[in-house]
């Protein structure tokens, strides 16, 4: 069987289309956050892991090149990780006085058994988003998918999250933690 230079350069190109990426998020303690980036990994049909640790989050994915370079827009530029998502399940009903008295007479409620202000007391509980950020560490291709699928694992010690990388992306670990963004390198 003869191969003409065309298709062999198409089976390379189809070799290589395996491409990976790994990130650093400070803080990944946002159900919106966490929800986004498993479902957008999964839906895209990409591999990889989500580790939560103490001192930051690693985010690693292998897939298709264009699946690749849409998540990587997704976790750099279209994820705001400065704002918290909306509290859910609580919406604010304006009622009239008329109403609402009538409400509390049925109901047995006394205004001072109401919390004022019960969103602003969870508001205090959350960490502040005010400087997290997501950081590109390293991208490149890849010979062989080291996951099947992706998913998010809690591992509270490095020896944790190295035991879950497996053997071969082991040193991402490391090399994330190690990793100082450009601002902080200056002096």
Request: with cysteine; aromatic share 10%.
């Amino acid at each position: 069987m003869v191969l003409c230079s065309s298709t062999l350069l198409m089976m390379i190109h189809c070799i290589e289309t395996d491409c990976s990426f790994f990130t650093r998020v400070a803080k990944l303690h946002d159900p919106a956050h966490q929800f986004k980036v498993r479902r957008n990994a999964e839906q895209m049909n990409l591999s990889g892991v989500c580790i939560f640790n103490p001192q930051f989050n690693f985010v690693y994915v292998e897939g298709g090149a264009k699946f690749i370079r849409q998540y990587k827009r997704l976790m750099l530029h279209r994820i705001v990780w400065t704002e918290s998502a909306r509290p859910r399940g609580r919406e604010e009903v304006e009622l009239e006085e008329n109403a609402e008295e009538a409400e509390e007479a049925v109901n047995g409620i006394v205004a001072s058994d109401v919390p004022a202000n019960g969103a602003e007391a969870e508001e205090e509980d959350s960490p502040s988003l005010q400087t997290n950020k997501c950081w590109l560490i390293w991208e490149g291709l890849l010979r062989d998918r080291v996951f099947n699928t992706f998913r998010a694992k809690s591992c509270p010690t490095d020896r944790d999250a190295k035991e879950l990388l497996g053997e071969k992306i082991r040193g991402y670990w490391d090399q994330a933690k190690n990793w100082k963004p450009e601002e902080e390198e200056l002096f």
